[in-house]
């Protein structure tokens, strides 16, 4: 390990500057010689920097990088978004696409995998790219841009399937889109008789909250009802800044979920999780899903198990406001499955057998007739 050095985390930097997404994004670390304003990389990292070159997008904004921990190696920050070496290592099982959403592609860049609700990534952009992100074959790459007629096209397909009643913008981050691109997507949306509501998927309040501008929220209020589901994974991620940004959202009339992907190394203990869920809802943001990560090639050392998921939320349940707990779920090509422990056990003569969150054992009595299949116990 490197002897410990502190560092000041931000390179001197004009107060407009800091205030100014723009400035970020033109600002990001791309190479090695920037991400040593913030840290002494470790001989691994540069490794890694160098060996995923051109294989997977990389850039970090001064922001999120101002959140990382300069002495710690194992820093939940910097093991989001600086490579490591594993990342070559293609597991048999890493794969390229595991929800297959190619094959639920109806057009370009839309994913219709449930009959009333799509996915829609208008743009393969970020402003960090996250090393386990499920998307990894696209985000950032050229051949993924969005243009706008193939966008017009998913707009069109959207018009023409009344069952379709939600519309999640993804992509990439849709946020990375300039003011006026976004007005126009919602506005195209928005003039769609059968959409009843539009959610927007964007980890912008997490790596760079000043996206988040009064501009931009003023453009989402006008075409209600807007959700935005965001992605906090970690506390060190719940800051000053990031708090007022979901501040800006909410008095815009925008809901604030959080999806949190479960991490090796990362955010995979209850204790950080509890923290995680607690400070997510004193910014007044409903914790949603928490996924299990996905398959993806070179991510395989940032996974942990289902076991490991399932005890945690066993450890949440019960102990944490109902509201603060998110919903453990793995994605398939066929949806989202809850992976839940089952707290309901069976059924004997006197009722339903309920082992409780505290491990008691219940029997709710029988006050109506068993009419499914539960099993005897
Ligand atoms: C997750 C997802 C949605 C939204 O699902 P909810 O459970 O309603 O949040 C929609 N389409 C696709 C393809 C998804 O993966
Ligand atoms: S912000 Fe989302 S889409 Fe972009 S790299 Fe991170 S996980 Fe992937």
């Known amino acids: 390990m490197n002897s410990p050095k502190p560092k000041t985390p931000l390179p001197s930097v004009a107060t407009e500057n800091w205030g100014d997404w723009k400035w ?40 999120y990088a101002s959140l990382m921990d300069a002495t710690d190696t194992a ?20 794969l390229e696409d595991p929800l297959e959403e190619v094959a639920h592609s109806p057009v370009k860049n839309l994913i219709h995998n449930y009959p009333d609700r799509v996915a829609f990534c208008v743009t393969s952009q970020c402003a960090i790219y996250c090393r386990y992100c499920l998307r990894k074959r696209m985000v950032g790459e050229a051949e993924f841009m969005m243009r706008k007629d193939e966008l017009r096209e998913a707009i069109a397909y959207i018009a023409a399937h009344s069952e379709i009643k939600d519309v999640l913008l993804t992509g990439g981050d849709p946020l990375t889109l300039g003011d006026a691109h976004i007005e126009w997507l919602l506005s195209e949306l928005s003039a769609i008789d059968h959409l009843e509501i539009i959610r927007i998927g964007s980890r912008m309040p997490v790596k760079l909250p000043q996206r988040i501008t009064s501009e931009l929220c003023d453009i989402l209020s006008r075409y209600h009802p807007v959700w935005l589901n965001t992605h906090f994974n970690h506390p ?120 409780t969150t505290r491990g008691d054992v219940w029997v709710e009595a029988n006050e109506a007739p068993a009419t499914g299949a539960l099993p005897s116990v």
């Open 24 to 63: 970020h994004m033109r600002n990001r670390i791309r190479n090695e010689a920037d991400l040593c304003a913030y840290l002494d990389p470790t001989d691994q990292e540069k490794e890694a920097i160098e060996a995923t070159k051109g294989v997977f997008q990389w850039s970090v904004t001064p922001y």
């Open 236 to 355: 060190k991620e719940l800051t000053p800044e990031a708090s007022e940004a979901i501040d800006r959202l909410l008095r815009a009339g925008v809901p604030v979920g959080n999806q949190t992907v479960l991490l090796k190394g990362i955010n995979d203990t209850t204790k950080t999780m509890r923290e995680l869920c607690q400070g997510l809802v004193k910014m007044r943001i409903r914790p949603y899903y928490l996924y299990q990560a996905q398959l993806i090639g070179g991510t395989a050392h940032l996974r942990t198990s289902i076991e490991t998921g399932m005890q945690i939320m066993r450890e949440l349940q019960g102990h944490l406001t109902g509201f603060a707990i998110p919903k453990y779920v793995l994605d398939t090509p066929y949806g989202k499955v809850p992976l839940t422990r089952d707290y309901v056990m069976g059924r004997n003569d006197e009722g339903v057998v309920i082992k």
């Open 75 to 94: 820093c939940p920050i910097r093991r989001q978004v600086i490579p490591l070496p594993e990342e070559m290592q293609f597991d048999s099982i890493g």
